[in-house]
């Protein structure tokens, strides 16, 4: 692909060790791509440096998260193809040819961490456990759902812009909603190098419960009854089963206890919620296809 094609974007917070490296990298390789930092609020010079090694900078007055720093560049780039690029160098800007090549038999591709990839344990299990549950919701394997380097068309990341959040949970939202419309996603292997200055803006134990939120969220969105259905089903075979002990070890007649109604009750409930859910899902993607 033609590097005059392209526009990289690269969200930036206080990346000021890394960022001139990064952009000097990217003008080797691609030298007629467009380059797009967006400084979500940095208090060092990372906008400085960026415009000193010829990017295009965009800056926000205040830091408002790495998924708004993606949409801000989605809304202000300008080429036909979008790679997303960090800024710490963990990415190897000869990759990039790896993923754009895709384009076009595929929708979106995902630079996934091959297991050369320098990630702690910690880091490395939140991963794992995201990715089994993104496959589980999308029904294709997800081998790493929280890898920000990808590639899409511009005008296919457009359509998905008000489904995205603003904080980390980017990359995930954008790989199950590029699944879940139908489009084709391909993963390939690239491998993530240590982070080579600043300081990381992801802390697992600060996220632990910004990962469940995150679960959840895309429990919700993407695929509702895979998350209301097991439990609706877990809670009418308990009910179904108390009932049937409470009858065969004490009452001896037909009877469902107050318990056991609640139970049924509760089962019941969930799995109505969760057919609202799907419907409302439903509409959120047919607000894609018309736009």
């Known amino acids: 692909m033609r590097s005059e094609q392209l526009s990289?974007?690269?969200?930036?917070?206080?990346?000021?060790?890394?960022?001139?490296?990064?952009i000097t990298q990217l003008r080797a390789a691609y030298p007629d791509a467009e380059i797009l930092v967006i400084?979500?609020?940095?208090?060092?010079?990372?906008?400085?440096?960026?415009?000193?090694?010829?990017?295009?900078?965009?800056?926000?007055?205040?830091?408002k998260g790495n998924g708004a720093s993606v949409k801000t560049g989605l809304r202000n780039a300008t080429?036909?193809?979008?790679?997303i690029f960090d800024a710490d160098g963990q990415h190897d800007a000869a990759d990039i040819e790896k993923i754009v090549s895709q384009i076009g038999v595929y929708d979106l591709v995902v630079g996934a961490r091959d297991e050369?990839?320098?990630t702690d344990f910690g880091r490395r299990m939140y991963h794992h456990v995201l990715n089994l549950l993104a496959t589980y919701l999308s029904g294709l394997n997800v081998p790493d759902a929280t890898s920000g380097f990808r590639a899409a068309r511009r005008a296919d990341l457009l359509q998905f812009?008000?489904?995205?959040?603003?904080?980390?949970?980017t990359p995930v939202t954008t790989s199950l909603a590029f699944i879940?419309?139908?489009y084709s996603v391909k993963f390939v292997p690239t491998t993530m190098l240590k982070r080579q200055g600043g300081v990381s803006?992801?802390?697992?134990?600060?996220?632990?419960?910004?990962?469940?939120i995150i679960a959840f969220r895309m429990s919700a969105m993407f695929a509702p009854m895979k998350l209301f259905?097991?439990?609706?089903?877990?809670?009418f075979v308990i009910a179904f089963v108390y009932t049937i002990l409470d009858i065969v070890l004490f009452t001896h007649r037909l009877y469902i206890t107050n318990s056991a109604a609640l139970l049924f009750t509760m089962a019941i409930l969930i799995f109505l919620i969760g057919l609202v859910a799907e419907q409302i899902a439903a509409l959120r993607f047919e607000r894609v296809e018309k736009v």
């Open 8 to 22: 990289i974007l690269i969200p930036a917070l206080n990346e000021a060790a890394t960022i001139g490296d990064v």
């Open 39 to 63: 400084d979500d609020g940095s208090t060092d010079a990372t906008a400085q440096l960026a415009e000193a090694a010829t990017a295009r900078v965009v800056r926000h007055p205040y830091n």
């Open 79 to 83: 080429r036909e193809v979008i790679v």
């Open 116 to 118: 050369n990839s320098q």
């Open 161 to 169: 812009i008000h489904l995205l959040p603003n904080g980390f949970s």
């Open 180 to 182: 879940k419309a139908g």
């Open 201 to 212: 803006k992801i802390k697992p134990v600060r996220d632990g419960t910004r990962f469940i």
């Open 229 to 235: 259905l097991p439990v609706s089903a877990a809670l």
